[in-house]
């Protein structure tokens, strides 16, 4: 575990109660570790990745209010200082990235350009 380095990105509170809730699910794979990422595709040229995922040589391990958290060392610079929120709202549900690295966003919130 990376405990002597902050995670380079944050949560919001809502964010943490909502993984904490699935994390508590019946069915949660208690050795799957939260992972936050990025791939290539989606309309600006980027997407998130966030999902829960097995550790691989190829990550930094973080604690983020005791929810372990994987992100892959060469994502890093793509993340660095996103805030991922929580929203439960009648027209969005679900997670939203704000990304101070992001040149532009895509309307659909989940892809970006850097």
């Not at 508590?24 to 050795?31: L, Q, R, S, W, Y």
């Not at 999902?51 to 060469?74: M, S």
């Amino acid at each position: 575990m990376n405990t002597l380095t902050e995670a380079p990105i944050k949560f919001t509170s809502s964010a943490i109660a909502e993984l904490k809730r699935l994390i508590a699910e019946p069915d949660f794979d208690a050795t799957n570790q939260l992972r936050v990422g990025v791939k290539g595709g989606g309309c600006s040229g980027l997407s998130y990745v966030l999902g829960f995922d097995k550790k691989t040589e190829k990550d930094n391990e973080y604690e983020v209010e005791e929810i372990p958290l994987v992100i892959e060392k060469a994502h890093e610079l793509y993340l660095a200082g996103m805030e991922i929120d929580w929203e439960n709202g009648l027209n969005n549900r679900g997670f939203s990235f704000r990304n101070p690295n992001a040149s532009s966003t895509c309307g659909c919130g989940t892809s970006f350009a850097v």
